[in-house]
């Protein structure tokens, strides 16, 4: 797919409003437009609905970022995250309005699909039926119920991911806990630890030694992963349980996934710049939550990425053509 040049934001999020109702079995309630604000159920989101739903705005919003392009995905509350009748049917009708505003675009804007999280078998037919070159992989959550991806079902859905040559977003779910429910702890430290946790599955769980091919991010700076990787990494030398499921360190292993540059902090970025592969952070927004930033532009030029980088790295994660040669 031929997008138009510029750095290009992995990391933004968007729902038809037909799908407002989310997927079968949702354990959130619904999404409303209120006066033009968007609420889940009674609870206010700081949110446009048109920014959600309204595509027109979504690319005037891309233009005034700076951008060359977004990648659009489901925004967390739509993963389908129960065994439900009808997820097939959502996901289906998610992926084929993704796929029809993408490809209407003017190379202006790439999707990242759904899957059926709990079936891995529907889930590979899913990605089957992503013929178009629009969808250039898949969203997940990093955690369903109580495993992640060093376990099934999630395991098997990034074996498929790996052999259908997709790109796989993991975005946190900002899931509940007793000690989080004032401050807005559940996201401001949730979320961090969410992706710090699919980070330890995917490495201390082998997963990146068993799908070499895996082309995966974690959005927000992987939470509070970079921080924790010397730690990770003192374990895995010196107890026999951390190194059980996998035979390359974590440290050697955290370098081959992929960020997102969101990390709210000049110094925080720095930090997963020296942890990660520089060749693997691309630019990021959460466009359009409270939480994100309507210039996602800034944090990587302050820490000395330019555009050129941000496209390059963006394009090689989702599979497109890089403009380099081998020559």
């Known amino acids: 797919m031929s997008l138009r040049p510029g750095p290009i934001d992995v990391h933004a999020h968007w729902l038809p409003e037909d799908l407002f109702g ?6 959130v309630p619904p999404l409303r437009d209120h006066e033009g604000q968007l609420h889940l159920g009674e609870l206010p989101l700081s949110i446009r609905t048109a920014a959600m739903s309204d595509v027109a705005q979504v690319l005037a ?22 065994e439900a009748d009808g997820v097939d049917e959502f996901v289906g009708s998610f992926n084929e309005a993704l796929d029809k ?17 709990h079936d891995p078998v529907a889930a590979g037919k899913q990605m089957d039926a992503m013929a178009s070159e629009a969808i250039r992989g898949i969203s997940l959550p990093p955690l369903l119920g109580a495993t992640s991806f060093d376990v099934a079902p999630m395991r098997e859905i990034l074996a498929a991911a790996a052999e259908h040559d997709l790109a796989v977003l993991v975005h946190p779910m900002q899931l509940p806990r007793p000690e989080w429910t004032s401050y807005y702890l559940v996201n401001l430290i949730g979320n961090p630890v969410e992706s710090a946790t699919a980070a330890a ?39 026999a349980d951390v190194r059980a499921a996998a035979t390359r360190s974590p440290r050697e292993m955290f370098a081959e996934l992929w960020f997102d540059t ?4 000049v ?8 942890q990660a592969d520089p060749s693997r952070l691309m630019c990021g927004s959460d466009y359009p939550f409270d939480m994100g930033t309507d210039d996602p532009l800034h944090l990587p030029h302050a820490a000395n990425i330019d555009d050129a980088v941000l496209e390059t790295n963006a394009r ?10 081998d020559e």
């Open 101 to 117: 505003v993408c490809r209407d675009s003017d190379g202006r804007l790439v999707g990242l699909g759904l899957v059926s999280l």
């Open 22 to 27: 989310l997927a079968p079995g949702s354990p």
């Open 201 to 239: 599955a995917l490495t201390l769980g082998g997963v990146i030694d068993e799908l070499p091919g895996l082309r995966i991010c974690l959005v927000h700076g992987g939470g509070c992963a970079p921080g924790l990787v010397g730690r990770w990494e003192h374990g895995w030398q010196q107890r």
């Open 267 to 274: 110094s925080a970025l720095e930090l997963l710049a020296a």
């Open 61 to 82: 919003d891309t233009d005034a970022a700076g951008l060359g392009a977004r990648v659009l995905s489901a925004p967390p509350f739509a993963f389908p995250v129960a």
């Open 262 to 265: 969101l990390t709210h902090d």
């Open 316 to 325: 090689a994660f989702l599979g497109l053509d890089t403009g380099e040669s």
